[in-house]
């Protein structure tokens, strides 16, 4: 079969990069095509050449790209891709709008929705100072014509696939279609499990509003007798800095190495943001460090809590300082039923040889139920990665004691 393989955006290495690049050792046959492509590290492309659009010689294409979105949807559908067999998009915001004919066979792993455009949208107009004027009501004509497009652009689509059970259930209320999901890869093998902790905690991220470093600073700023260390860079770098006080230290962007070493020496990992899935915390697993994280999003599929069987972290229930700090008061009252080797065997559930051969046998699947003229996925067929169930004891709200357990593998 020939093969096209369709990405957002090639501009910085991250998460759906990592996912790009295990989908091209899956098809190292196949064809790129990305909006942009400005990405300094080539490893994920295994030295492939990337078919761009035109946005690509546009005015300030390299550091503004995202300002060219509306035009986005008009990009993807230029690439022609009529000679080819089987497409794979690997879409967080238009790749899976690409034309395809009806010979022709679409997959679509998704990372995330456009939640910009959906659920978030408020709360990205009030971040971006667009609630009244006439700059918030063009922004809001424009999202508007992105979640027609949006939703639109799935019916070209044989099958879905979500990265977490939190976007296949986006997925159902947004396009009203069913997903399989597969975890996207931990590269379980680069980070070295250490057994020995240091007397610090540890917190690393992109500094914008939504992952809530802010809200980890608060905490530990009431909390001086414990030290946190923050690594990342990003808009909210100058109020992060500002806020922090004795005990926290911000580090700002740290290299690879320096960032594996600080995985593998901190007491635990904390994580306060509601994301998708949310790699980082793994990786911190397969260093044997423990998670302190918010139950929601996919932190719920990636954390065992403590009183299920070979814990690896416990939750807060809130976004709050309280919340955070009682988590953390659990956690050092609970740390004993928490091993560093039930954290690495944890993460490498989620490795990269996983990821492959669960998104080969989609693939395959996908193909043969296509061929023989039947929907790629049947009438109310559901995700299949398995959340665990909270109780309120598992959030802190009862006592210390361990619940039985109640993860569904």
């Given amino acids: 079969m020939k093969v096209a393989i369709v990405h957002d955006w090639l501009v910085a290495p991250g998460g759906a990069e990592k996912v790009l690049g295990q989908i091209i050792e899956c098809f190292p046959d196949a064809?790129?095509?990305?909006?942009?492509?400005?990405?300094?590290?080539?490893?994920?492309?295994?030295?492939?050449?990337?078919?761009?659009?035109?946005?690509?010689?546009?005015?300030?294409?390299?550091?503004?790209?995202?300002?060219?979105?509306?035009?986005?949807?008009?990009a993807v559908e230029r690439f022609d891709l009529s000679s080819y067999d089987l497409i794979i998009s690997s879409s967080c915001a238009v790749a899976k709008g690409v034309l395809v004919g009806p010979h022709q066979t679409h997959i679509s792993y998704v990372h995330s929705l456009m939640r910009y455009a959906w659920?978030?949208?408020?709360?990205?107009?009030?971040?971006?100072?667009?609630?009244?004027?006439p700059k918030s009501w063009a922004a809001r004509v424009l999202l508007h014509?992105?979640?027609?497009?949006?939703?639109?652009?799935?019916?070209?689509?044989d099958r879905l696939i979500a990265n977490s059970q939190s976007v296949a259930r986006r997925m159902l209320k947004t396009y009203r279609r069913d997903a399989a999901v597969i975890p996207p890869p931990v590269d379980v093998n680069e980070f070295e499990l250490r057994a020995e902790k240091d007397d610090f905690y540890l917190t690393v991220s992109r500094m914008v509003a939504h992952q809530r470093i802010d809200l980890i600073v608060e905490t530990f700023n009431a909390t001086p007798q414990r030290k946190l260390i923050v690594i990342g860079d990003g808009p909210q770098m100058a109020s992060i800095r500002a806020k922090a006080g004795p005990n926290v230290?911000?580090?700002?962007?740290?290299?690879?190495g320096v960032l594996k070493d600080y995985l593998a020496r901190a007491r635990a990992f904390v994580f306060a943001a509601e994301e998708d899935f949310g790699i980082v915390p793994l990786e911190a697993?397969?260093?044997?460090?423990?998670?302190?994280?918010?139950?929601k999003g996919g932190a719920l599929e990636t954390v065992v809590p403590v009183g299920d069987p070979h814990p690896t972290g416990v939750f807060f229930a809130r976004q709050t300082a309280v919340?955070?700090?009682?988590?953390?008061?659990?956690?050092?009252?609970?740390?004993?039923?928490?091993?560093?080797?039930?954290?690495?065997?944890?993460?490498?559930?989620?490795?990269?040889?996983?990821?492959?051969?669960?998104?080969?046998?989609?693939?395959?699947?996908?193909?043969?139920?296509?061929?023989?003229?039947?929907?790629?996925?049947?009438?109310?067929?559901?995700?299949?990665?398995?959340?665990?169930?909270?109780?309120?004891?598992?959030?802190?709200?009862?006592?210390?004691t361990a619940p039985k357990s109640r993860w569904r593998q």
């Fill in 31 to 74: 064809d790129v095509f990305s909006v942009v492509d400005f990405l300094e590290d080539r490893t994920p492309l295994a030295g492939k050449p990337v078919t761009t659009s035109f946005i690509q010689r546009l005015p300030f294409a390299r550091t503004r790209y995202r300002a060219y979105l509306p035009l986005m949807p008009l």
């Fill in 119 to 133: 659920d978030l949208q408020h709360q990205y107009l009030r971040e971006a100072n667009l609630l009244r004027g």
């Fill in 145 to 157: 014509y992105l979640r027609g497009w949006d939703a639109q652009s799935t019916n070209g689509v």
């Fill in 249 to 256: 230290t911000v580090l700002g962007y740290q290299p690879s």
């Fill in 285 to 295: 697993q397969a260093c044997g460090t423990p998670v302190i994280a918010f139950a």
């Fill in 323 to 400: 919340s955070v700090l009682d988590a953390i008061d659990r956690f050092e009252r609970l740390s004993s039923y928490i091993t560093p080797a039930a954290c690495r065997a944890n993460a490498e559930r989620f490795s990269a040889q996983v990821f492959r051969r669960a998104f080969m046998a989609e693939v395959t699947r996908t193909i043969a139920a296509v061929a023989q003229g039947l929907p790629a996925t049947e009438p109310g067929e559901h995700a299949t990665w398995a959340a665990p169930d909270l109780t309120a004891r598992e959030l802190g709200i009862a006592s210390e």
